[in-house]
Nanobody
Framework: QVQLVESGAGLVQPGGSLRLSCTAT????????MGWYRQAPGKQRELVAS???????EYADSVKGRFTISRDDAKKTVYLQMNSLKPEDTAIYYC???????????????WGKGTQVTVAS
């Protein structure tokens, strides 16, 4: 069964750092664009960062210069290094994959279950 398994979230003080990881499991052959979205209470889900198979990267303006996205295709994993965290970064963070091919076939628009990031003193 194909799943996106997220880890690394938690509670951190303003100015601190966290590193999120998301691994695609389930006999994955390959993935295309991988990314992170977030949703704060009362707000719409928004793109935080994405990275294509060829390494093209996109960031939300609010995280540029603070967050870094990367991927390890051998591990089928995408990372989000978050530095200089602010209270407004508090949200549920969701991993997303545009397309993947696995032993179960082709899937698109695949989402993780989400993981809570809280920035507070």
């Amino acid at each position: 069964q194909v799943q996106l398994v997220e880890s690394g979230a938690g509670l951190v003080q303003p100015g601190g750092s966290l590193r999120l990881s998301c691994t695609a499991t389930g006999s994955i052959f390959s993935t295309t664009t991988m990314g992170w979205y977030r949703q704060a209470p009362g707000k719409q889900r928004e793109l935080v960062a994405s990275i294509s198979l060829l390494g093209r990267i996109e960031y939300a303006d609010s995280v540029k210069g603070r967050f870094t996205i990367s991927r390890d295709d051998a591990k089928k994993t995408v990372y989000l290094q978050m530095n200089s965290l602010k209270p407004e970064d508090t949200a549920i963070y969701y991993c997303h994959v545009d397309e993947l091919w696995s032993g179960s076939g082709y899937k698109n628009d695949v989402w993780g279950k989400g993981t809570q990031v809280t920035v507070a003193s």
